[in-house]
């Protein structure tokens, strides 16, 4: 990854669960998918989706408020030296805000959702909220950060621990693809039509 500039790396040991996930959306959908990202901080994780998740026809849309410009600028520079650039959409604004625009385009699903934007429960409950209702059935979702802090004594709504919990205990859509470990690993089961 000598063409890119990160300054940090807090996504590569994600790398052999990630694989596993890769094998069951290609058997499930294609190897061709179309990918969805809420909060990238550099690009490492999209750079990931974008090489190994996205085939020639793929598609990676990227949601970000680039809070600090430079992080902002890193990215920029890193989709633009990668060679699938032209495949991916960036959306800048707060998830809050895009992912209402992306309901208000029905036709747009995805097989594959990574949340890693906000640390607070209540922000991993909506992020969530919303995105079960893009994704397709069958497909997954990834939210990152599910312990952190946790060993801190912090007030809970400061974790997303308890955000991904409290959805995981409401949905009617979605089931854990596996138990939680540091990431949430979540499958769609049921279509939109299940919620009246």
């Not at 990574?114 to 209702?133: F, P, Q, V």
């Not at 312990?147 to 974790?159: A, C, V």
């Not at 995981?168 to 499958?187: G, H, N, R, S």
């Amino acid at each position: 990854m000598s063409e890119y500039d990160f300054t940090a790396d807090y996504f590569s040991n994600n790398i052999s669960s990630w694989e596993k996930i890769y094998q069951y959306l290609s058997t499930t959908f294609s190897s061709d998918l179309n990918c969805l990202e809420i909060g990238t901080y550099e690009g490492r994780s999209a750079i990931y989706i974008l090489d190994n998740f996205v085939g020639s026809s793929g598609k990676l849309t990227v949601i970000d408020n680039f809070w600090d410009k430079e992080y902002e600028r890193r990215y920029l520079y890193n989709i633009k030296n990668n060679t699938k650039n032209k495949q991916v959409i960036t959306l800048k604004g707060t998830s809050m805000a895009k992912l209402s625009l992306l309901h208000f385009n029905s036709s747009e699903s995805f097989d594959f959702i990574y949340i890693d934007a906000g640390k607070t429960a209540s922000t991993n409950m909506y992020n969530l909220l919303m995105s079960e209702r893009l994704l397709k059935v069958g497909g997954i979702m990834i939210v990152d950060d599910y312990n952190w802090h946790l060993d801190k004594n912090l007030d809970p709504k400061l974790s997303p621990n308890l955000g991904i919990n409290t959805f995981m205990d409401l949905t009617l859509l979605c089931e854990w693809y596996e138990a939680p470990k540091y990431q949430a690993i979540i499958v769609k089961k049921n279509p939109n039509s299940t919620i009246i």
